[in-house]
């Protein structure tokens, strides 16, 4: 059977489900299938990447309905000028599957998988008129896709619980492979890198709401009076304003540095020099910043939010926080950082419990899954 993959993407930025989707390309045609990517506006930070791995990608369209209807016509025209044979079409948010409504192509020959990455009814509850609108229309668009991936347990019943859908199907993001190469490079962790002295605090993420950075600089408010430490924030986003100016508020300005966006072997390399990565979400699907933390040996302290549950075990490969209070986090992080063999111990067991995240394994999931049959599940 002639048969090609089309991942298609709200954008190309350097967040970790844009990088999945590269991944999850690369590893399609390293199998000799014929993939291409696709994004609708915004970064294209990847585009690089693909272009030397020799995949194609293209940008549909832009902000604003009216890019959406450009996108449309964009994604009808490659669909159809693709030649005979099934195509799988992966769309990885509600953007994506708007555009592909809109494109009013024939789905006889199309294979519609959906991805389903985050907890947004959660973080941005239905409560106007056009966001109850939306969710109507994303229940119905997902409720005719070919097949429903979910990233964690939580993000799945999350669906199914907002969306009256039927997901089964649970993949989780797996490490991406210039991790790999990275972790290859260097020897595993054995103790605190600091030897009690300044410790070295990392949190990486987009600079929004649901991402908890405040609710960190106030965990680090109540840390400075108690332990010597800097923390380094990675990340841009809206509200970098208003970070700084909690950071000046809480008189932060020697212990944190927000450090913008950077490249994600940057993103290694400052990860792999800390002694804590810390994550205050307060919703998440699977990030990969703590697979990528616990590849590295790098013990992780995490809220509950989403899937991050279903990778740390409290105690042992890493920490979670019960409450989303900045005194339980902050004691929790005195605790770890002043136990020298409980933090080796979590560090050896990161180690070991991430391999099943490794390159090859997840992404062969990921592909069979997007392998046109007729079963819907």
């Not at 195509?87 to 592909?100: E, P």
């Not at 896709?145 to 993000?155: E, K, M, P, T, Y």
Request: hydrophobic share 40%; with cysteine.
């Amino acid at each position: 059977m002639k048969w090609r993959l089309l991942h298609i993407s709200k954008t190309l930025g350097l967040g970790g489900a844009e990088r999945q989707v590269v991944d999850n390309a690369k590893f399609a045609q390293e199998k000799y299938i014929p993939v291409k990517v696709a994004y609708i506006h915004g970064s294209d930070g990847l585009v690089d990447e693909l272009e030397s791995a020799q995949i194609s990608s293209i940008r549909l369209g832009h902000v604003g309905w009216r890019g959406l209807l450009k996108a449309g016509r964009s994604l009808r025209q490659e669909l159809r000028g693709g030649g005979n044979g099934m195509v799988t079409v992966v769309c990885h948010d509600l953007y994506t599957r708007i555009v592909l409504w809109i494109s009013g192509v024939s789905t006889e020959n199309i294979f519609v998988v959906a991805v389903l990455h985050g907890m947004h009814y959660d973080a941005y509850p239905a409560v106007t008129l056009r966001k109850r609108l939306l969710k109507k229309l994303h229940a119905r668009l997902l409720k005719h896709a070919d097949r429903l991936i979910a990233v964690s347990g939580a993000v799945r019943e999350h669906y199914n619980q907002h969306l009256g859908l039927d997901c089964r199907l649970v993949i989780p993001n797996g490490i991406t492979q210039d991790v790999m190469e990275f972790v290859d490079k260097r020897s595993r962790r054995r103790a605190l890198s600091s030897c009690g002295k300044v410790y070295s605090l990392v949190s990486v993420g987009r600079l929004v709401h649901e991402k908890g950075f405040d609710v960190l600089l106030e965990i680090l408010k109540l840390l400075k009076e108690q332990l010597s430490f800097h923390c380094t924030i990675i990340g841009d986003g809206p509200m970098r304003g208003q970070l700084e100016a909690q950071v000046s508020k809480l008189r932060l300005t020697d212990k944190v540095t927000l450090l913008g966006s950077i490249s994600h072997v940057d993103v290694l390399e400052t990860l792999d020099a800390a002694d804590l990565c810390l994550v205050t979400s307060r919703q998440e699907g699977f990030p990969l910043v703590p697979v990528e933390s616990m590849a590295l040996g790098v013990p992780v302290i995490s809220s509950l939010a989403g899937g991050i549950p279903e990778l740390i075990c409290d105690g042992v490969n890493g920490f979670l926080v019960d409450r989303f209070e900045p005194a339980e986090f902050s004691e929790k992080i005195i605790k770890v950082l002043e136990d020298p063999m409980l933090y080796m111990d979590s560090s050896l067991a990161a180690i070991e419990s991430v391999q099943a995240y490794k390159p090859g394994v997840l992404q062969a999931r990921w592909l069979d899954a997007y392998l046109p049959t007729n079963s819907r599940t």
